[in-house]
């Protein structure tokens, strides 16, 4: 088992759920990310997404987008962020996870980059533009690594889409809260329906994320699910911030006040 199962099976003994804070990595300098990364753990968070910059986001909303597009601008190397992880994964228990583009991956070679991000200290990978029918090309130096690897599931996706998908899932579903772009959002998600449809098809943890901003949408999440993922709302307060990596931890702790006990 990796780092990922172990958290996940740690937090069902516990009867706890779990707050996933996601970031850009580098956004708004790098020593941010390395700050937040350092904090996260103790403000309550079990995972961390870092989002790798990327030049055309994957339906990623106007905050994400803004953010990734500046960190490029600033010329952010991927070598860069593998470094600020490597320099801060000993220091911390928490799950990091990479979000970034399957043409990143597949330039710098498949395996050598899947094996780059487990020797600087990522747990797991995300692909959300990853063609599916090539998922399964990849699990063998997925599941040799120990990594994570989540497809993202949306509301709409079908039962017979489910069966297909979730055999390549590895540590834990990410189900979409809605369709279309992040963002924060005002109302609650009803993802009830969604998590238990997910629920008769695979065992796996389930994640989810899309709109999630406040103490209560978390709670909400979490009363059906196993993690709530907070993503725009974090960068937003970190543009924001004279210190952008406190700011970040102190919203998290914030948003784990909402995290649903299962106990």
């Known amino acids: 088992m990796g780092r990922i199962d172990d958290i996940f099976s740690q937090l069902k003994d516990d009867g706890r759920t779990a707050i996933m804070p996601f970031i850009v990595a580098g956004y708004p300098e790098l020593e941010a990310t390395v700050v937040a990364l350092r904090g996260f753990e103790a403000a309550g968070a079990s995972i961390v997404e870092i989002g790798i910059p990327f030049s055309d986001p994957i339906a990623d909303g106007p905050v994400i987008a803004a953010a990734m597009h500046e960190t490029l601008e600033q010329?952010?190397?991927?070598?860069d962020v593998l470094d600020a992880v490597r320099a801060v994964r000993a220091q911390t228990d928490i799950g990091l996870v990479a979000m970034v583009s399957s043409s990143i991956v597949e330039r710098r070679g498949e395996e050598a980059f899947l094996r780059a991000l487990a020797e600087a200290g990522f747990d797991g990978v995300i692909m959300p533009d990853l063609d599916t029918n090539h998922a399964g090309q990849l699990l063998p130096i997925i599941d040799e690594l120990g990594l994570s690897f989540t497809l993202l599931v949306a509301p709409t996706t079908t039962d017979d889409r489910l069966e297909?998908?979730?055999?390549?899932?590895?540590g834990f579903v990410y189900l979409l809260a809605r369709t279309g772009l992040t963002g924060e959002q005002d109302q609650s998600p009803d993802?009830?329906?969604?998590v238990n449809r997910i629920r008769s098809h695979s065992n796996l943890p389930i994640a989810v994320g899309f709109g999630i901003a406040e103490p209560d949408h978390v709670a909400t999440v979490t009363a059906s699910a196993d993690a709530a993922i907070v993503g725009s709302a974090i960068v937003r307060r970190m543009a924001d911030a004279e210190d952008p990596g406190r700011a970040a931890i102190d919203f998290v702790s914030l948003l784990a006040e909402g995290l649903a006990s299962k106990a």
């Open 75 to 79: 010329g952010l190397k991927v070598d």
């Open 164 to 170: 297909t998908l979730l055999p390549h899932c590895r």
């Open 191 to 194: 993802i009830k329906a969604a």
